[in-house]
């Protein structure tokens, strides 16, 4: 089983994590409609999370049970700085460009490398663009 199949059986038994925050990692969690991404510090799982159909992990995916109520609060509020983050770039009304900020973004975050490993359709869900979208601000051409 990956890490990323043994989160998604996490999510769906609703148990609250909290992503790594020691680690350069995170997760894109597919949801019906979007995606959400949950970087280093971030709250994942319980009733906030229950939809989830598909995670894919950014960098070496890790995760911890918050030791506390306290710290389970301060992972919620990490959650909504990576959604408010990602709500930036998708307020941008110009596909190529939120493919672009999301690419260079993710590559600021962690490494070309890794970012390199993930799916166009991974990254284009999370900003609400098309596949070919991503393919293109990859190798910095223009869809038509």
């Not at 709250?43 to 918050?66: A, E, H, I, K, S």
């Not at 306290?70 to 493919?99: C, F, G, S």
Request: a negative charge; aromatic letters at 6%.
């Amino acid at each position: 089983m990956t890490s990323a199949e043994a989160l998604l059986e996490h999510l769906q038994n609703k148990q609250s994590l909290v992503i790594n925050p020691r680690r350069r990692n995170g997760v894109i969690l597919v949801k019906p409609y979007h995606a959400e991404f949950a970087g280093p510090g971030a709250f994942v799982g319980g009733d906030l999370d229950q939809d989830v159909t598909l995670c894919y992990p950014v960098g070496n995916l890790d995760w911890l049970t918050p030791p506390s109520p306290a710290e389970q609060i301060k992972a919620y509020l990490i959650r909504r700085q990576w959604t408010v983050l990602i709500k930036q770039i998708v307020d941008n009304p110009i596909a190529i460009e939120r493919a672009q900020v999301i690419l260079n973004q993710l590559e600021n975050w962690f490494d070309d490398a890794t970012v390199a490993l993930l799916p166009d359709a991974a990254v284009a869900t999370l900003v609400g663009v098309l596949s070919s979208t991503v393919r293109s601000a990859r190798t910095n051409t223009t869809v038509f």
